[in-house]
């Protein structure tokens, strides 16, 4: 464990893209060996780089809706880790936040995911995400979330929950009637230590 708390204090100093972040280094994730779900983001927004809580907005809520589970589940470490991307806020472009830097994952993806040695789940949030976790997957993240059952029960794409994706939500109602009751269904099993 030791060998861990180097590594996630090392992480939670990292400045490797300091020069690029408008508001500074901050890097934000949620985790515990033991976590059995695993969320897999793309980078905090400005009001989670303000709070320093995974997933404290509006995106939060929508999620945790999506899982069935409330803030205390979501927020215990040792139930949920929460690796983004991107560990720290990258800044707003001209149509929402960009893309997280590429710095992070490659300097700490993998060290910290050996670590998660209880892992029953993996959720796998928007493009870039999908990218790193699903390789194999196409581009679209409207076609990775609706090849769902392909990776079920273990892993599951899903599209980010932010406000600004409301229109793919209407768009796509077979999501909240197909996958959504499957995915709580999936998380309160794998939360009870039963899958």
Same mark, same amino acid.
């Given at each position: ?6 590594? !996630?204090?090392?992480?939670?100093? +990292?400045? &490797? +893209? ?9 890097? %934000? ?7 059995? &779900?695993? &969320? ?22 929508? !999620? ?5 589970v ?11 880790? %929460?690796?983004?991307?991107?560990? +720290? ?14 710095? +992070? ?5 993998e ?7 209880? !892992?029953?789940?993996? !959720?796998? &949030? ?9 390789p ?13 059952r ?5 892993? $599951? ?32 099993? $794998? ?5």
């Amino acid at each position: 464990m030791a060998s861990l708390t180097s590594l !996630l204090s090392e992480v939670r100093r +990292c400045t &490797i +893209c300091a020069a690029h972040l408008p508001l500074g280094p901050r890097p %934000i994730l949620q985790f515990h060996p033991h976590a059995r &779900i695993l &969320i897999a983001g793309q980078a905090p927004g400005r009001k989670v780089h303000e709070s320093g809580m995974p997933f404290a907005d509006a995106s939060g809520d929508r !999620l945790r809706d999506w899982l069935g589970v409330a803030p205390d589940v979501f927020y215990d470490p040792k139930q949920v880790a %929460i690796l983004p991307m991107g560990f +720290c806020f990258p800044g707003t472009g001209k149509a929402g936040d960009l893309p997280p830097r590429r710095e +992070c994952a490659p300097a700490w993806r993998e060290q910290l995911l050996r670590h998660l040695v209880d !892992l029953r789940l993996t !959720l796998v &949030i928007g493009q870039y995400a999908q990218a790193y976790h699903l390789p194999d997957a196409d581009a679209s993240v409207t076609r990775a979330v609706q090849s769902w059952r392909e990776h079920w029960p273990h892993v $599951v794409p899903l599209p980010h929950p932010s406000p600004r994706n409301n229109l793919w939500l209407r768009r796509n109602p077979w999501f909240e009637v197909e996958l959504l009751p499957q995915l709580r269904a999936r998380v309160a099993e $794998v939360l009870a230590g039963t899958g």
